[in-house]
T-cell receptor, first 111, second 112 residues
Framework: ETGVTQTPRHLVMGMTNKKSLKCEQHLGHNAMYWYKQSAKKPLELMFVYSLEERVENNSVPSRFSPECPNSSHLFLHLHTLQPEDSALYLC??????????FGNGTRLTVT | KQEVTQIPAALSVPEGENLVLNCSFTDSAIYNLQWFRQDPGKGLTSLLLIQSSQREQTSGRLNASLDKSSGRSTLYIAASQPGDSATYLCAVYNNAGNMLTFGGGTRLMVKP
């Protein structure tokens, strides 16, 4: 058990669907992250919530929308995705600028 | 913009060998550098974190070094085992901002 739990593990959705990915940590961390991992590409940071501030990668399309209701929970809301959005989506948490702890990811397939 | 490079992209060695994985970064104004391991279909596991003021960190058979001025870090694995087979990634935190920039990883295969 990694301490960071992501659900669901696998998700298949059509381009017109709306779905959400969930992440939960009970490590007492105060920063949470969403990363996208595509085949043969480096990990791409999508969003960071740290010390109640949100930082986002400006290249992330608006069809991805994060939500962080408290320091233990993080969501990624998905709508009208494209097939190229198929990837492994990883959540992580840390103390401020500390070692990152990752969940096992959600494998997303957009059909 | 910080760029992190890992060479080689893939490495295959026989069991028992000592090996070195390389990581280079373009901006030396870093806060810390982190090494991770990723098994297929899984998330990343933190291995070692080196603060910018440190030269190396050790954990078991792993030793990571940091040369900030030259923009390099190495991960040394002693007496490699088949269970070490995984992808190893390095990542750097810059002094400015709150983003960890990852390299592309080195895929290691240790053959019995």
């Amino acid at each position: 058990e990694t301490g960071v739990t992501q659900t669901p593990r696998h998700l298949v959705m059509g381009m017109t669907n709306k779905k959400s990915l969930k992440c939960e940590q009970h490590l007492g961390h105060n920063a949470m992250y969403w990363y996208k991992q595509s085949a043969k590409k480096p990990l791409e940071l999508m969003f960071v919530y740290s010390l109640e501030e949100r930082v986002e990668n400006n290249s992330v399309p608006s069809r991805f929308s994060p939500e962080c209701p408290n320091s233990s929970h993080l969501f990624l809301h998905l709508h009208t995705l494209q097939p190229e959005d198929s990837a492994l989506y990883l959540c992580a948490s840390s103390r401020y600028r500390g070692a990152l702890h990752f969940g096992n990811g959600t494998r997303l397939t957009v059909t | 913009k910080q760029e992190v490079t890992q060479i080689p992209a893939a490495l295959s060695v026989p069991e028992g060998e000592n090996l070195v994985l390389n990581c280079s970064f373009t901006d030396s104004a870093i806060y810390n550098l982190q090494w991770f391991r990723q098994d297929p279909g899984k998330g990343l596991t933190s291995l070692l974190l080196i603060q910018s003021s440190q030269r190396e960190q050790t954990s078991g058979r792993l030793n990571a070094s940091l040369d900030k001025s030259s923009g390099r870090s190495t991960l040394y694995i002693a007496a490699s085992q088949p269970g070490d087979s995984a992808t190893y990634l390095c990542a750097v935190y810059n002094n400015a901002g709150n983003m960890l920039t990852f390299g592309g990883g080195t895929r290691l295969m240790v053959k019995p």
